[in-house]
Structure formats: structure tokens, C-alpha cells
């Protein structure tokens, strides 16, 4: 990821986590599916798994029904397996080779939502980025690490908007914390990238070739989690 791009990123970050906080807050996290749409998905027909999380620094009120904070999620969108001998000279003795392709995403996020009840439907708007990238690892006995190294990365925006459902399950009286099971849809925007997927990964003749896949990288998720409002005295 370029420089910019970093910074840029931190900047809105210690924004955000300077604004001064409402009475309440929410905290969540989630399990995640993800479906690439229009060129992504020409170029990688498959689903897409991960977790994500939230927080919101601003939540909805009475007389005010805007919320703000941030949310992040990891999304593995491949993966591939093998058996290799250590090296050349320990034919005998062989290591785990593993290969994911996954994204990583984070935005700012507004919220559209009532301020009470127990069932809250809400709407969202959110801006922000995903890192691509293609890891590999060596591992022994399949547990434990021994080297590991990122193939290929790049970086794009994205935005888009989502609508989503929370059910309160738990509420404490006495300090006006609530647990809530939140089911949401997104759907994201994103410019292009390059990045790696099953099978772009040649190794011929002790050498190593990629076939590097450019589009746009559209992304249709389906969430399932749970949030948790708590209170500042």
C-alpha cells in the first residue's frame, strides 16, 4: 500500500477517536460472507468467508438519529494446499505449504437508526478501502509457522451502502447496557486493483511466475453478528 494511502487512513482514524463520545456507544462483531459481483466476480467466481468488527463512537439519540464510527473485516477469497519436501538437500522430511488470497477492508460509517426499541432497522452509508493480498506460508506438522511471505498486494477504494436488522436479547436496567443479534447486507463499490486467485501462482523449473488479474472489485456481503451497547457516566 502506498504511503498516502496510509496516511491518509490514520489521519480519519485520530479524528474519529477524538470526538468527543455520546452517552452511548456500541461495540460489535461479526461473521461474514462475501460474493464478488460484475468483473470481480468474472474473475473470481466464488465465495468468499471471514470477520469483521465495529464501533461506534456516535450513536443514534433521541431527536437525532445519526450515528458515526468505523468498521473493519478480514475476507479469506482462496486458499491452496500441498506437501513439499523441506528443501533440496532434506528430501525426506516435508512441510505444509499454504497459500491464501484475502482482503482486508475498513471504513467510516455513517448509520441511519432509531434510538430505541427492541427490534432497530437501520441503514448505512460507508467509505473507505481494502488492501488485497496473496500470503504464503511453510508449516510444519500443520500447526506450527516456520517462514511465511506476501506474494503480490495492492490497494483500492471503495463505498457503498448497506441495510440491516438488530433484535435485542439482553438488556441490564441498572446501567442501560444491551446485547442485540445484528443481521446486515452490504453492498461495496470498489475502483480496480491487481491482485493474485487460485491458481496464479506457476512454480516451473525452481522459478515462480503470476499471473496477475486486474478489475474492479465490487463486493456484496451478508453479516450475521452481535452488538453490544454500553454506557459512558
Known sequence: ???????????????????????????????????????????????????????????????????????????????????????????????????????????IMLRVAPYAGKLRPYAEGLFGGAYLYTETEIRSRGVEEVASSTNFDDFAWNYGGGAGLMYEVYRNNDDGSAFFIDLKARYLFGSEAEYLKEGSVIIEGGQVTYEVSRSKTDLLTVQLGVIYFFSFH
Open 1 to 107: 500500500m502506498k504511503a498516502k494511502y496510509y496516511n491518509l487512513i490514520l489521519l480519519i482514524f485520530i479524528v474519529l477517536f477524538n470526538i468527543k463520545p455520546s452517552y452511548s456507544q456500541d461495540a460489535g462483531i461479526n461473521f461474514n460472507l462475501a460474493f464478488p459481483q460484475g468483473e470481480f466476480k468474472e474473475s473470481i467466481d466464488r465465495l468468499g468467508f471471514g470477520i469483521g468488527g465495529e464501533f461506534m463512537f456516535l450513536t443514534p439519540k433521541k431527536g437525532s438519529p445519526v450515528g458515526i464510527g468505523i468498521n473493519a473485516g478480514f475476507i479469506n477469497y482462496g486458499s491452496e494446499t500441498r506437501r513439499e519436501p523441506f528443501s533440496l538437500t532434506i528430501p525426506d522430511v516435508t512441510v505444509d505449504v499454504d497459500r491464501s488470497n484475502n482482503l482486508f477492508n475498513f471504513h
